[in-house]
């Protein structure tokens, strides 16, 4: 009777790292975003002088859903955004010069396709996505081209946006 006690102990610490033991095989990021990369008209990489705001739109029934999802970034190259569950995501890009204030604005439109992925019960589902197309307009920025079709996890380049260039700016 004196060793029931001890014996419980062992059992009961012996029962609470058994689960411990599990190896969970969960990515690390399991969000996918749409990595933007800015250009120049040769292909060059060029951080902007302006600061850019960038606001997300969707619909939601017959409302226009709007978030702010970059604030006033200065000298920037590159972004990463996510995307809506929708069949396409909207991104207003507002451009505001140091000195003048506000200098005008684009609207990009990426057309997808929602790839679910089920990676397994401990760690869940995440979305992946295949652009399909996309529009926009040329206040700013020249062009765009989709360098990867393929948004998932992995962080890489989906989209370049060009935009002409002066000598000053580069």
């Known amino acids: 009777m004196k060793r029931l006690p001890v014996i419980f102990c062992i059992l009961a610490l012996a029962g609470l790292l058994v689960p411990g033991c599990e190896v969970e095989n969960c990515?690390?990021?399991a969000l996918s975003y749409l990595h933007f990369s800015l250009v120049d008209q040769n292909g060059r990489t060029f951080n902007t002088s302006d600061t850019i705001?960038?606001?997300?739109?969707?619909?939601?029934?017959?409302?226009l859903v709007s978030d702010t999802l970059i604030n006033q970034e200065a000298a920037a190259s590159s972004f990463s955004l996510p995307l809506s569950y929708d069949a396409y995501t909207q991104f207003i890009f507002i451009y505001h010069a140091?000195?003048?204030?506000?200098?005008?604005r684009?609207?990009?439109r990426i057309d997808h396709r929602n790839i679910p992925y089920f990676?397994?019960?401990?760690?869940?589902?995440?979305?992946f996505y295949?652009?399909?197309g996309t529009a926009h307009t040329h206040h700013r920025l020249d062009?765009?081209?989709i360098t990867n079709p393929n948004i998932d996890?992995?962080?890489?380049?989906?989209?370049?946006?060009?935009?002409?260039?002066?000598?000053?700016?580069?």
């Open 153 to 170: 996890n992995n962080e890489k380049e989906n989209i370049r946006i060009y935009f002409t260039v002066s000598g000053v700016e580069q």
């Open 143 to 145: 062009s765009i081209t």
């Open 106 to 108: 684009d609207t990009i």
């Open 119 to 127: 990676t397994n019960l401990d760690c869940g589902s995440m979305m």
């Open 130 to 132: 295949e652009i399909t």
């Open 27 to 29: 990515p690390p990021n």
């Open 98 to 104: 140091l000195d003048v204030g506000y200098v005008g």
């Open 53 to 63: 705001t960038i606001v997300g739109q969707t619909t939601s029934s017959d409302t």
